[in-house]
């Protein structure tokens, strides 16, 4: 038992209270359920209270003592942020990249040259558990101390058996002994292994029968996620991997669209996706087609700036009814931060998302995307105390105080982990 925290006189606190309990699309990603002088109550790990100062006073007098009380005038209230798309563990770094791709090589020029995503799989097959452990806490340190109290974890640096296994049982540790919840996706279908270059049907095959019942035998993955590009996965080896991760109760993610057209955002909406990822070069025909099916557009505009791409069409999603989910993709090639904060702003800079649409995105959009909202991304009655006190008066000046981390304190499941 842990003594009840009392917040009271939040400049704002934004709720963002739905009765909708799926993703908001449109003018729905603009309500926050903003409370002025807002109060929260929290105990054993579940919000027992919502409303005004005044209000929570007239509830909670006789029990003030028991509590401690944060007083949070002149601050914003916000839920923790989610981050639902991320390849946090991995082993090794590839600054040498950063510089190449400054001197003028693109993204599959550095992969096909042995780099990319190959780098990074050599470097986490040689790693040990133990040091794939403490890397990734490191790194969900790091995430906490900007606000996200749930994270999205990929696999996919292991292109093999004992590798992707490895990932995944390094986050089911994580998942029981750090403070973020830690959420598992199996990707196995990251790239085609060198090993299996130019027999991408074999290694594909070979995912299906040998990896994919493993993986749900020993319950390692909620998620099965598939890197359907040009030189990749075609949308039809994408399909099958997806496919067959359903019949072992898989849910399906896709990497679509990143570098050309290539039809995974209409493959997201046929396979009824969860979520279709990156998209800075989806079709206006896939958009449409996800809109329809309602799959959420998980748009991540901290890759884009790091590969100097055009960011997703973020606003042209929202105003064609796509519910949009924002994320950092957390990687060590294309987008190695932890800040959820700064890729709020790039949200509003680079993709026309507003304060308010932004906010939804990093929040209860975001938990949609990994099937979480019954539990997070808003501030309800009942559900998990997953709170963050913000540096900031409100939610406008979170997003446009640019580049800045803004986190005074952070509460997960009602225990206070930052500040």
């Known amino acids: 038992m842990t003594k009840p925290i009392w917040i009271k006189h939040a400049s704002e606190l934004a709720t963002l209270d739905t009765v909708v309990k799926t993703a908001r699309t449109r ?226 993610k896709i990497h679509a669209d990143e570098i050309e057209p290539y039809g995974g955002a209409e493959l997201s909406a046929k396979i009824g996706a969860i979520s279709a990822e990156h998209l800075l070069k989806a079709s206006e025909e896939g958009i449409q087609a996800m809109a329809k099916a309602g799959t959420i557009a998980c748009l991540l505009p901290a890759t884009a700036l790091y590969l100097r791409e055009e960011a997703a069409r973020g606003r042209r999603m929202i105003d064609q009814g796509v519910a949009v989910a924002i994320s950092t993709d957390c990687n060590p090639g294309s987008s190695p931060t932890t800040s959820m904060p700064l890729v709020m702003n790039l949200a509003c800079i680079s993709m026309r998302l507003t304060p308010a649409e932004a906010l939804t995105a990093a929040t209860y959009n975001a938990a949609c995307a990994i099937k979480r909202q019954d539990r997070i991304g808003s501030l309800e009655v009942g559900k998990q105390a997953d709170v963050v006190l913000w540096n900031s008066k409100n939610y406008q000046q979170l997003q446009y105080l640019f580049g800045v981390n803004h986190v005074k304190s952070v509460w997960k499941k009602g225990i206070q982990v930052v500040g």
């Not at 914003?76 to 600054?95: F, K, N, Q």
């Not at 097959?125 to 040091?131: G, L, M, P, T, V």
């Open 27 to 252: 003018e729905a990603m603009s309500d926050l359920g903003l409370i002025k002088d807002g109060s929260l109550w929290m105990e054993n790990g579940v919000i027992q209270a919502v409303g005004t100062t005044l209000e929570l006073e007239n509830k909670y007098s006789t029990r003030a003592k028991e509590a401690d009380i944060i007083d949070a005038s002149g601050h914003l209230v916000t839920p923790g942020l989610v981050d639902p798309h991320t390849h946090v563990v991995y082993g090794g770094s590839r600054e040498r990249e950063f510089e190449m791709r400054l001197e003028g090589a693109t993204y599959m020029e550095i992969m096909n040259a042995g780099g990319g995503i190959h780098a990074t799989t050599r470097m986490t097959r040689e790693a040990s558990e133990e040091d794939l452990f403490m890397q990734a806490s490191r790194r969900l340190d790091s995430f906490l101390q900007h606000g996200v109290t749930t994270v999205e974890g990929k696999s996919g640096y292991g292109m093999n058996l004992e590798t992707e296994l490895k990932q995944l049982r390094v986050m089911k540790k994580l998942q029981e002994s750090h403070p973020i919840d830690l959420v598992s996706t199996f990707m196995g279908a990251h790239a085609v292994p060198a090993e299996f270059k130019g027999r991408e049907d074999e290694y594909v095959d070979f995912l299906i029968e040998e990896m994919l019942p493993v993986v749900a035998e020993e319950k390692l993955a909620e998620f099965n996620d598939v890197f359907c590009e040009k030189g990749v996965f075609t949308p039809e080896q994408s399909e099958r991997i997806l496919e067959a991760g359903k019949r072992y109760g898989l849910i399906p």
